[in-house]
């Protein structure tokens, strides 16, 4: 008979938290993370120093009108996803080499947590937002 405290799925998220396999993400956090971690240099609306993000899932790297890509990231075939962009945040030179953004999360819950803000932000661009 299994103890009435043990908890399967606690024991689960507790061992994937300290094996540094992400749980699904949390949009609120990721907000909070977006405006500490990327508002710097990104928004969600607009072109900074790097592309706005409005959109993004879904959308192929490199084509945001007006904004200027380094040209290994306009070349790139990659698509805005949750693999993808976990990817791009993990380590952008390793994704894209020649790529111009100096910067990488390296917690993989934090990474989770600003895809899903990111998608969740996705969803609200309109179909002519996503694809400008």
Same mark, same amino acid.
């Given at each position: ?19 540094g !396999?992400a749980?699904?993400g ?5 907000? !909070? ?5 990327? %508002?710097?240099?990104?928004? %969600? ?10 959109? !993004? ?6 084509s ?6 380094s ?6 075939? %990659?698509?805005w996803?949750?693999?993808t ?10 994704l894209?080499?020649?790529?111009k953004?100096?910067?990488l ?9 600003? %895809? ?17």
């Open positions: 008979m299994q103890h009435p405290c043990f908890l399967p799925g606690l024991a689960a998220a507790t061992l994937m938290a300290f094996s !396999v749980t699904a949390d949009a609120m956090h990721g907000q !909070v993370l977006y405006k500490s971690m990327c %508002i710097s240099c990104h928004s %969600i609306d607009y072109n900074g120093v790097g592309p706005a993000h409005k959109g !993004v899932f879904g959308r192929k790297a490199g945001v009108a007006d904004y200027n890509y040209p290994a990231v306009k070349a790139s075939a %990659i698509v996803g949750e693999k962009l976990d990817q791009w945040l993990s380590g952008p030179e390793k894209i080499p020649g790529q953004m100096g910067y999360v390296p917690s993989a819950q934090d990474r989770a947590d600003l %895809i899903a803000y990111l998608k969740q932000e996705s969803a609200r661009a309109s179909p002519a937002q996503a694809t400008k």
